[in-house]
């Protein structure tokens, strides 16, 4: 089969995070694939390529839709944002993969890496992942909700700074205060720096610096990144009212 499938992603929201290898994909492709708002951000298809817009849900059939393409022949490209490997399209199409035709294991598919929510969000803020750091998807339409607790939990108890993802939506507007309240109550302390990194990279971007005694959850909505720190993770003020950086020391010495 002559057909590709290129699994891209299109970072968090400024153009120039898009990086330079993603960007030659997307000029060559006949065929892009995407939710809708992520396709409006690349501008008009050049003459040739057709564009495919689909629902936020419906990754598993975009996914299947793009290998079907592939596998005419055709050069296909499939738009994540941020990275196509973090909560994104990439598990997909190899979900659609494993449980589909045969014949697309021989498709010549590739991920290409991009830009993540949660490494802008950081730089926006100072050097949180300075240290070791974990990554925890607060939505339970993937999972039940107990694993989250659990991972939670390990967080705590692994001193990570935590970064959490799908915090909040209008369908699922609890989890992240029940996050916190968990994380307080597995003992991490409420003088914990806590960022929320809204729209990162667009025009309505906003980054709350907060701790995890004083933090609204209501703040959060379905762009914005969370950042805990861990026992760490501290704020170095400045001067003339500018926010403080927030930043987690490399080394941690012995007890
Ligand atoms: N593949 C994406 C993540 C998809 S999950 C990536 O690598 O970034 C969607 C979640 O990512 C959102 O709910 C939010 O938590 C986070 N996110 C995506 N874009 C963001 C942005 N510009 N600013 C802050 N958070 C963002």
């Known amino acids: ?52 817009a689909s629902d936020n849900r419906e990754e598993i059939a975009r996914a299947r839709h793009a290998l079907d393409l592939a596998a005419t022949g055709r050069r296909v490209a ?61 939505s339970e339409n993937l999972k039940p909700w107990d694993l989250v607790l659990r991972r939670l939990d ?22 992240l205060g029940a996050a916190f309240d968990r994380l307080r109550q597995s003992g991490r302390t409420g003088g914990t720096p806590v960022v929320l990194a809204a729209a990162v990279g667009r025009a309505d971007e906003r980054i709350v610096r907060a701790t995890l005694a004083d933090v609204d959850p209501a703040m959060a909505d379905m762009r914005t990144l969370v950042l805990v720190g861990s026992s760490r993770t501290r704020c170095l003020a400045r001067p003339d009212g500018r926010p403080p950086f927030v930043y987690t020391p490399r080394r941690v010495d012995p007890e």
Do not use: K
Request: glycine share 12%; hydrophobic share 50%.
């Open 1 to 52: 089969m002559s057909g590709s499938l290129a699994v891209v992603g299109l970072g968090p929201g400024d153009p120039d995070w898009i990086t330079p290898e993603t960007t030659a994909i997307l000029a060559a492709a006949e065929e892009v694939l995407g939710y809708g708002p992520y396709l409006a951000r690349l501008g008009p298809p050049r003459e040739g390529q057709r564009r495919h």
């Open 78 to 138: 499939v738009v994540s944002g941020g990275d196509p490997g973090v909560f994104a399209m990439a598990s997909a199409v190899f979900e659609a993969m494993e449980d589909g035709d045969p014949a697309w294991r021989a498709l010549d598919v590739t991920v290409h890496p991009g830009v993540t929510a949660v490494l802008a969000a950081a730089a926006r803020v100072g050097a949180p992942l300075g240290h070791d750091f974990c990554v925890v998807s607060l």
């Open 154 to 175: 390990a967080a705590v108890a692994g001193d990570f700074v935590l970064a959490l993802y799908n915090v909040a939506s209008r369908a699922r507007p609890w989890q």
